[in-house]
């Protein structure tokens, strides 16, 4: 259990706050673009991982990005959806973690991300920590103090 006890939330590590790879909605290299939107209509995200065959962390793929990629001039060519591919269109700056860092580490790279890919040191991809998570972390923490504190 993360300790809440303790004055200090930021040394401990992120690993009890990780989505396992098993529960993440994510799509593979190769994978199309129509592929893709179901995944993130279907699964209600609006931006999910793209893994290669090795569970290894390439890139992430939106909404936002498969849309952009089959605005026309004039129309949405809807046609380019099963003619392309995810790392065609896919945004290949991931922020990443190890499951090992530090909720200090997450805090700071969670402040422009709603979520992080996390991997092991191998560089396999094992879940995701989502913005949520550790701002209900922090949220726990602070009140916990707070009932401590009162006189
Ligand atoms: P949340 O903080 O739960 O709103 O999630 C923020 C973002 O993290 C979502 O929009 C998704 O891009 C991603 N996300 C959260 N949970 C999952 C999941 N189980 N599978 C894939 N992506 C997820």
Same mark, same amino acid.
């Given at each position: ?9 930021? !040394? ?27 995944? %993130? ?11 290669? #065959? ?5 890139? %992430? ?5 498969? %849309? !952009?990629? &089959? ?29 090992? !860092? ?13 979520? #992080? ?6 560089? &396999? ?21 707070? &009932?401590?504190?009162?006189?």
């Amino acid at each position: 259990m993360i300790d809440l006890q303790t004055s200090t939330i930021v !040394d401990q590590e992120i690993k009890e706050l990780v989505i396992p790879i098993d529960n993440v909605a994510h799509v593979q290299l190769g994978n199309s673009l129509e592929h893709a939107l179901l995944v %993130l209509v279907k699964s209600g995200y609006s931006a999910v991982p793209v893994l290669d #065959l090795s569970f290894k962390i390439k890139g %992430l793929i939106s909404k936002t990005l498969i %849309l !952009d990629s &089959i605005l026309g001039m004039e129309r949405i060519e809807y046609e380019k959806l099963a003619d392309h591919h995810v790392e065609e269109v896919m945004n290949s700056k991931v922020p990443r973690m190890k499951d090992t !860092d530090t909720f200090t580490r997450a805090l700071e790279l969670s402040i422009n991300q709603p979520f #992080l890919c996390i991997e092991n040191d191998e560089g &396999i991809f094992i879940g995701i920590l989502t913005r949520r998570a550790i701002l209900a972390l922090v949220y726990r923490h602070v009140r916990k103090r707070q &009932i401590i504190e009162q006189p």
